[in-house]
Nanobody, 114 residues
Framework: QVQFVESGGGFVQAGESLRLSCVAS????????MAWYRQGPGKQRDWVAT???????YSHQAVKDRFTISRDNAKNTVYLQMNSLKPEDTAVYYC????????WGQGTQVTVSA
């Protein structure tokens, strides 16, 4: 069964950092690109960053200088290091393997106060 479990969210002040983790199961993790998405209050779910199976990463322009996506294939885990957080980063963050379009985790809430 394909499953993604996110963790690491929390409540922080603007300018602080958080690292999100996502453990994948039910897939051959190292063979697939992984991605993070987020959905802010009253907004649609948006793409944040992707790391492909070769370790190449791509990030949305809004976060590329502050967020870093990485992966540990031995742990079936993808990370999102978020620095210099802003109130507009407040959202539920989700990870997924884009190849498995129908499968989403439960998400982890990130709240950034001004």
């Amino acid at each position: 069964q394909v499953q993604f479990v996110e963790s690491g969210g929390g409540f922080v002040q603007a300018g602080e950092s958080l690292r999100l983790s996502c453990v994948a199961s039910g897939i051959h993790f190292s063979s697939y690109a992984m991605a993070w998405y987020r959905q802010g209050p009253g907004k649609q779910r948006d793409w944040v960053a992707t790391i492909d199976e070769n370790g190449r990463s791509y990030s949305h322009q809004a976060v590329k200088d502050r967020f870093t996506i990485s992966r540990d294939n031995a742990k079936n885990t993808v990370y999102l290091q978020m620095n210099s957080l802003k109130p507009e980063d407040t959202a539920v963050y989700y990870c997924k393997a884009p190849r498995f379009a129908d499968y989403w985790g439960q998400g982890t809430q990130v709240t950034v106060s001004a």
